[in-house]
């Protein structure tokens, strides 16, 4: 296998493998197109070659979000009521509150009487603009002064509970699935209130730091900026039997968004065993491996096992796959399960 590697970037691939990448010449002087595709094996001694991390994608805007509940009222005697109730709420402000609430919110429920959402902050700033987010929802809620200055709202509504109820709390947080489908400014207003609380512009003015205890959220967040063109890596830290994770965006010396990386390093790693591949419509994915993410190209079709000092060839089912129809096939079934 073939190991391109840098600080942001880990990718390890078959020597076949199709590469997106460019020269330096190519990528800072060249008139025409930077990216020129290759396999693994011809590039590998270059003296730089550059991957590129994320792509602009294009979503849809959204202009209201429903929230339903189901629940089961008791009526008289011993019967119960299925009861839905739907609220119709403006997207752009209830976007903005997820960003606030998965950073600085959590739920209560306590026998199944009372549900409340709280959102913390200690900054009397970021108050004022929470709660110019929540006026312009449905909901109700009070604020509080804590003893040591630190404010809390409260929202009491049994619907939002049991909707933020649904991604998780502190370590188990993690992104609702539509947010990623949404428009780039859309993306951009959960971003900026999620910074309100789990992130903060690092002292060289550039480059967003946050830190989180919730790895799946995390991981959200470096997806959500790999679709808004903004390359970035997540690190894991140990502080005795506590674990948290921290992830940094990525900028150039002039502050504009990088989403590639110059890899300087590359080596072959002896490797003998299965290798198994995707293949996409367009060609290329977004791949990630130790925290760092890398836009490759994908194979032709699956391989299977050739002799390790071979070349493999991924236009043809080889090796296993090819001789033996039974593995074939429970490979396919393994990997067609929903």
């Not at 739920?107 to 959102?119: A, D, F, L, S, T």
């Not at 993690?174 to 971003?191: G, V």
Request: aromatic share 12%; with cysteine.
């Amino acid at each position: 296998m073939i190991n391109f590697k840098s600080k942001s970037v880990d990718l390890l691939v078959s020597p076949d493998h199709k590469m997106l990448y460019s020269t330096e010449w190519k990528f800072y002087k060249g008139k025409k197109e930077k990216w020129l595709v290759n396999q693994a094996f011809k590039i590998k001694d270059l003296p730089k070659i550059i991957i590129p991390q994320a792509g602009v994608m294009e979503g849809k805007e959204v202009e209201y979000i429903s929230l339903s509940l189901e629940d089961n009222q008791p009526q008289q005697g011993s019967a119960l009521t299925r009861t839905v109730k739907k609220l119709k709420i403006k997207a752009d402000p209830f976007i903005k509150f997820l960003g606030i609430y998965l950073s600085e919110g959590s739920y209560y429920i306590h026998e199944g009487k009372h549900y409340k959402v709280r959102i913390v902050q200690k900054d009397t700033e970021k108050i004022k603009i929470i709660e110019e987010v929540l006026n312009q929802l449905p909901f109700n809620y009070f604020k509080m002064k804590r003893k040591n200055g630190t404010y809390e709202i409260v929202i009491n509504s049994k619907l939002l509970t049991r909707y933020v109820e649904k991604f998780g709390k502190s370590a188990d947080k993690y992104i609702p699935e539509f947010i990623y489908s949404l428009s780039p400014r859309q993306k951009k207003l959960f971003l900026e209130s999620f910074i309100m609380g789990d992130g903060y512009r690092k002292p060289d003015g550039k480059t967003y730091h946050f830190v989180s205890k919730s790895k799946k959220l995390l991981d959200g967040i470096q997806a959500l900026y790999a679709t808004l063109g903004i390359s970035s890596t997540v690190y894991e830290h140990r502080m005795g039997s506590k674990v948290y994770y921290r992830l940094e965006t990525r900028k150039t010396k002039s502050g504009e968004d990088k989403y590639y990386s110059m890899v300087r390093s590359v080596e072959e790693v002896p490797y003998n065993d299965y290798i198994y591949s995707v293949t996409v419509p367009e060609g290329f994915l977004l791949v990630r491996r130790n925290n760092k993410i890398a836009i490759s190209g994908n194979c032709m079709s699956m391989r299977g096992v050739k002799n390790p000092s071979s070349y493999t060839v991924t236009s043809k089912l080889t090796g296993v796959f090819k001789e033996n129809e039974k593995t074939r096939n429970e490979f396919l079934n393994l990997i067609n399960r929903p």
